[in-house]
């Protein structure tokens, strides 16, 4: 069974090269790692142990980032630390972490990331503003793109 750290290690390796796709494909597990995202709908790919197959994904585009200039002159860009899926609350229902205008202080909880059933919480790198939320809750986010832009206090 793959860890955390081997997808994360995959993801480095695959960012690091020239490829643009990578498939893992095993009895157990089905991986799929693409450089530019998803170019069309996902099919859900049965498993031995799975009694029901979950219905068709819908078609998803993945969002295009300009990294070339920061957002606001000033501002903080805190960026996704890995491929996941983005959830801004600590549970459905749930109030989010932050919202727009929120006030935040170094190391405060900003949104959690799941990756294979695996939650990382990210973290306020500065004090200041939420000016910015460009991720939204359930939405597949890429390394390195934008999730929250801080504007410094």
Do not use: W
């Not at 995202?37 to 998803?60: K, L, R």
């Not at 585009?61 to 801004?88: C, D, K, N, S, W």
């Not at 500065?126 to 939320?133: F, L, M, N, T």
């Amino acid at each position: 069974m793959l860890r955390y750290e081997d997808v994360a290690e995959l993801v480095r390796i695959i960012d690091g090269s020239s490829c643009a796709e990578f498939v893992l494909d095993t009895p157990e597990l089905k991986l799929t790692l693409r450089r530019h995202g998803i170019v069309g709908p996902i099919a859900p790919v049965p498993t031995p142990n799975a009694p029901h197959a979950a219905p068709p994904a819908a078609p998803m585009v993945a969002p295009t980032q300009t990294a070339a200039a920061p957002r606001l002159t000033g501002h903080q860009q805190v960026e996704a630390p890995m491929i996941g899926t983005f959830y801004g609350a600590p549970a459905p229902g749930q109030p989010p972490f932050v919202q727009l205008g929120s006030q935040v202080a170094a190391g405060d909880k900003l949104c959690l990331i799941e990756v294979m059933k695996l939650y990382t919480t990210i973290f306020a790198p500065a004090s200041g503003i939420i000016r910015e939320i460009c991720a939204h809750d359930g939405e597949l986010v890429e390394y390195g793109q934008t999730l929250f832009v801080i504007e410094p206090v």
